[in-house]
Each structure stands twice: as C-alpha cells, then as structure tokens.
C-alpha cells in the first residue's frame, strides 16, 4: 500500500495508481475493527456516502464489503456531499462513517474521508495511524459473515435543516459556480425553499470529470467564468464551491473575491450580538481583523492549527460557537461543528438580507489591512530555516507557536508554517500600509531564499 495516501486529515492519491479499490477494502475494514474496538461493540453501525467522480462507485462497493467483512453494519446513502454525510452520520445515529470523496482534487485523485459518532474526523493524531497499520500489515481478525446493509436518504432532512430559519430574505441576484461539484446535487433542492433569490446557475450538475474547470475555487483560474457572469449578469454577488461541497468562497459585484477571513470576522460579530462572550475560532493565517472584531464585539478569539480535524477538535474543546479558516472552511456549532458551504452561505445571505446593506458596504469594515496572500518557498530543510527566521525576528513584540510560526509587531505580523505533504514553506504576512507590507515582504523573502540557499551549498 503506498503511504503517501495517508494525509494529516484523511486519505487521497491518484486512483488507480495511488490508492485502488483493494487498498479501499482493507483501509475499511481496519476502519471497522478500530471502531469496534474503541466503541467495544461488536457490531458498529457505519454510514458509507460517496461523491461523483468516476472511480467513486467501485471504491465505494469496496469499502462496503472491507465493512462487512469486519462485521459493520452499514448505512448506504449513495451520492452525498462531505457536508451531507456528516449530517447523515449524526442523523442515524451511527458509530462512524466513511466518505468516499477527494475533495477539491483534480479528476484522477479519489479519497477516503473517515469519522467516528458526530462525525468527529479521524485523522492521523487521532486514529488514522493505527488504521494505517492495520490496513498495510492486514492483521485483521478473522474474516466474519456478511453482516446487513441498508440503503437510506437523508436529503430531504438536510435540506430542512439548511432552510429551518430562512425567513425575510431579501430579492438577490446571485451567481453559483458549483464546478461539477456536489453542492449541485443539493442547491436545486435548497433554492425550491427560498423562492426571493434569484439564481443563476453555472455547473450545477454532478461530473465526476470536471468538464468545465477544476472544483478548486483558492485557484483564481477557476473564477474566470464566475467573474464574467457575475458582471454580465450584473449580479449582487457571486458564490463558488469546491467539489465536496464543504468549502464556500464569496465575489462581489465586481467579481472580486473576497477574503474568507473577512466572511469569519463577519458571521461572529453577528453571533456575538445574539451571544456575547461566545468563542470563535481562527487559524494563523487569517487576518488580524477577525481576532480584533471579536474581542470587540465582547467574544473570545482563539487560535487553532490550520485543518479541519484540528478545526473541528478545537470546537468542541472550547465549546466554541463558530470557527472560520482562510481556506473558506466554516465551522459552526450548529452543525454538529462540522463545516457546510451551503449552510454558510445561507446565513451569510441572511446577515446581508437583515443589514440593509450591499455585499460591498457589509464587508468594507474589515478591509482594514494589506494581505500578501499566501506565497509559499520550496526548500529543503523546513524547520531548520523556520529556526532561522525565528531567530531573525527575535525582537518581535509576540511569537507563538500554535501551527508554525507566528511573528507579531506592532504595524506588520506573518505566519510561516511547513506543509505537510511537500517541501514547501507558506507564509502569509500581513501590514498596515502598502509600503509598510512591500517592504517587509521583499525583506523576510530575501531571508528565506538566502537560508535555503546556504543550506543547500554545505
């Protein structure tokens, strides 16, 4: 089995070559037995959803017969977005589940998202090494009958609960990039319920072969034909999903898109009106006005590591009531803490629908700062220039050490953090003017390139 499959957070690699259908049965069926033997049930019941791509139905089937070979009893819900197999894992009820799915992949990747009782992630710090293990090594106990399967289909209770508190929307016009995702097999169902908006709809249907362009919407080449739209239809705003349908971004009437930081520090002050005090969680990457807007608004702003399994960790730590990640990830207690792009948007429509306002004068207040956008450096050793930069920066006002490195001063403060799949170093900075944020910029970039580049000569 190649372990390059096995990610932070879940599993992905390029199917057939990466991960085929009987590395699926076996990661299943060590899946299956690390439920049962940390849930000590002999039969775990485990929901099994899938998305369009192409190799999807015969992973799928995989996985089914790695689960009842191991004694599962398992819950099919066929064609699901990530955000509504999490609602079906907590609405049956069931042990864990397993979602078939590469996210926002190109077309040759497929995955495997796993998760225990409310769809908790498993990931490598918490499971997914031992499952590894087992899957690799087969150690499996021995093979059991068949044990049932079940056929159920939670959308309609999904769609439900997306529109439950919809009430006064106001008459937007609005632009949908779903990218052949599978948000579009959950959109058309939402907007029967939400009759004011109008929509125009760009790639809703469900293609595991991406026709049109990448489900990736942090590359701006994905945007090109949302952009257009956006200002030939002389629309309000523009949405875009990836292709599980978990992460959301938002454009303006320009077809600009705006920062997902900014989308945070907005749905928390409106939390934060209802509920003060709340906590609201943030990555080190994002923004320093989404902190400042909660602790102004009488919230508690607090850190987390960049991921959704750490994200989702974190939530229910801290019995926090939101959390938000610059890469359009949205966490909301709501939800079992788990994200849903098309649960986001909603409420985001209903903060703009209750202010009166347009997008553009809702998200003005937070374009405070000067972002560099995310630039990321290949090099060798990664923490050993991480030191270096550390050391660098030692008069900063503040450093921590959450994910990464986080270098704070007074009018300018970065984030550098490794990857962890390559050998990549990315670092956001952030400044309080232009000159302020050009400067810094081309000064820490110097640094790193002139460390990696000694590093590399000894």
Same mark, same amino acid.
């Given at each position: 089995?190649?372990?390059?499959?096995?990610?932070?957070?879940?599993?992905?690699?390029?199917?057939?070559?990466?991960?085929?259908?009987?590395?699926?049965?076996?990661?299943?069926?060590?899946?299956?037995? =690390?439920?049962?033997?940390?849930?000590?049930?002999?039969?775990?019941?485990?929901?099994?959803?899938?998305?369009?791509?192409?190799?999807?139905?015969?992973?799928?089937?995989?996985?089914?017969?790695?689960?009842?070979?191991?004694?599962?009893?398992?819950?099919?819900?066929?064609?699901?977005?990530?955000?509504?197999?999490?609602?079906?894992?907590?609405?049956?009820?069931?042990?864990?589940?397993?979602?078939?799915?590469?996210?926002?992949?190109?077309?040759?990747?497929?995955?495997?998202?796993?998760?225990?009782?409310?769809?908790?992630?498993?990931?490598?710090?918490?499971?997914?090494?031992?499952?590894?293990?087992?899957?690799?090594?087969?150690?499996?106990?021995?093979?059991?009958?068949?044990?049932?399967?079940?056929?159920?289909?939670?959308?309609?209770?999904?769609?439900?609960?997306?529109?439950?508190?919809?009430?006064?929307?106001?008459?937007?016009?609005?632009?949908?990039?779903?990218?052949?995702?599978?948000?579009?097999?959950?959109?058309?169902?939402?907007?029967?319920?939400?009759?004011?908006?109008?929509?125009?709809?760009?790639?809703?249907?469900?293609?595991?072969?991406?026709?049109?362009?990448?489900?990736?919407?942090?590359?701006?080449?994905?945007?090109?034909?949302?952009?257009?739209?956006?200002?030939?239809?002389?629309?309000?705003?523009?949405?875009?999903?990836?292709?599980?349908?978990?992460?959301?971004? =938002?454009?303006?009437?320009?077809?600009?898109?705006?920062?997902?930081?900014?989308?945070?520090?907005?749905?928390?002050?409106?939390?934060?009106?209802?509920?003060?005090?709340?906590?609201?969680?943030?990555?080190?990457?994002?923004?320093?006005?989404?902190?400042?807007?909660?602790?102004?608004?009488?919230?508690?702003?607090?850190?987390?590591?960049?991921?959704?399994?750490?994200?989702?960790?974190?939530?229910?730590?801290?019995?926090?009531?939101?959390?938000?990640?610059?890469?359009?990830?949205?966490?909301?207690?709501?939800?079992?803490?788990?994200?849903?792009?098309?649960?986001?948007?909603?409420?985001?429509?209903?903060?703009?629908?209750?202010?009166?306002?347009?997008?553009?004068?809702?998200?003005?207040?937070?374009?405070?700062? =000067?972002?560099?956008?995310?630039?990321?450096?290949?090099?060798?050793?990664?923490?050993?220039?991480?030191?270096?930069?550390?050391?660098?920066?030692?008069?900063?006002?503040?450093?921590?050490?959450?994910?990464?490195?986080?270098?704070?001063?007074?009018?300018?403060? =970065?984030?550098?953090?490794?990857?962890?799949?390559?050998?990549?170093?990315?670092?956001?900075?952030?400044?309080?003017?232009?000159?302020?944020?050009?400067?810094?910029?081309?000064?820490?970039?110097?640094?790193?390139?002139?460390?990696?580049?000694?590093?590399?000569?000894?």
């Amino acid at each position: 089995m190649n372990e390059a499959i096995f990610k932070a957070y879940d599993i992905r690699g390029r199917y057939p070559e990466e991960l085929d259908k009987e590395a699926a049965q076996a990661i299943a069926r060590a899946f299956a037995v =690390f439920i049962s033997r940390a849930l000590k049930t002999k039969k775990p019941k485990i929901v099994v959803s899938r998305d369009a791509r192409l190799s999807s139905p015969e992973l799928e089937q995989a996985v089914i017969q790695g689960l009842q070979e191991s004694g599962a009893l398992v819950i099919r819900t066929g064609l699901a977005s990530t955000p509504l197999f999490y609602f079906s894992v907590n609405a049956a009820k069931a042990d864990g589940g397993l979602m078939v799915t590469a996210s926002h992949n190109p077309k040759e990747w497929n995955g495997l998202k796993l998760v225990g009782r409310g769809a908790l992630p498993i990931g490598l710090a918490s499971g997914l090494g031992e499952i590894k293990a087992m899957a690799e090594t087969e150690n499996f106990p021995p093979a059991k009958a068949k044990s049932s399967i079940k056929s159920k289909n939670f959308l309609k209770s999904y769609v439900r609960l997306l529109t439950s508190d919809m009430k006064n929307l106001g008459k937007f016009k609005i632009v949908i990039d779903n990218g052949n995702g599978m948000a579009g097999f959950i959109l058309p169902h939402v907007f029967k319920k939400l009759k004011t908006l109008k929509i125009i709809p760009l790639y809703f249907k469900p293609d595991g072969s991406f026709p049109n362009h990448e489900a990736n919407p942090l590359k701006e080449e994905t945007l090109v034909v949302l952009k257009a739209a956006i200002l030939k239809k002389q629309a309000d705003f523009g949405v875009a999903f990836d292709g599980d349908g978990d992460r959301v971004f =938002f454009l303006n009437k320009k077809g600009e898109c705006v920062s997902a930081d900014f989308i945070t520090a907005l749905i928390a002050r409106e939390i934060l009106k209802n509920k003060p005090g709340a906590k609201i969680i943030y990555d080190p990457r994002s923004s320093r006005i989404v902190r400042e807007t909660v602790e102004e608004n009488g919230g508690e702003a607090i850190i987390s590591p960049v991921g959704h399994s750490f994200f989702k960790h974190k939530m229910r730590e801290c019995g926090a009531d939101f959390g938000g990640e610059l890469s359009g990830h949205y966490y909301l207690k709501d939800f079992w803490n788990a994200e849903s792009g098309i649960f986001t948007m909603i409420k985001f429509i209903k903060i703009l629908s209750d202010s009166g306002k347009t997008f553009e004068e809702l998200i003005q207040p937070f374009q405070k700062y =000067f972002h560099s956008g995310e630039i990321n450096f290949e090099v060798g050793d990664k923490e050993k220039i991480m030191k270096l930069v550390e050391a660098r920066y030692k008069d900063a006002k503040n450093i921590a050490h959450v994910d990464g490195l986080s270098v704070e001063y007074d009018d300018w403060w =970065f984030n550098l953090r490794a990857s962890n799949t390559e050998n990549l170093l990315r670092l956001n900075l952030e400044a309080k003017s232009t000159s302020i944020l050009k400067k810094r910029l081309e000064e820490i970039k110097a640094f790193i390139k002139k460390a990696a580049n000694g590093l590399a000569a000894r």
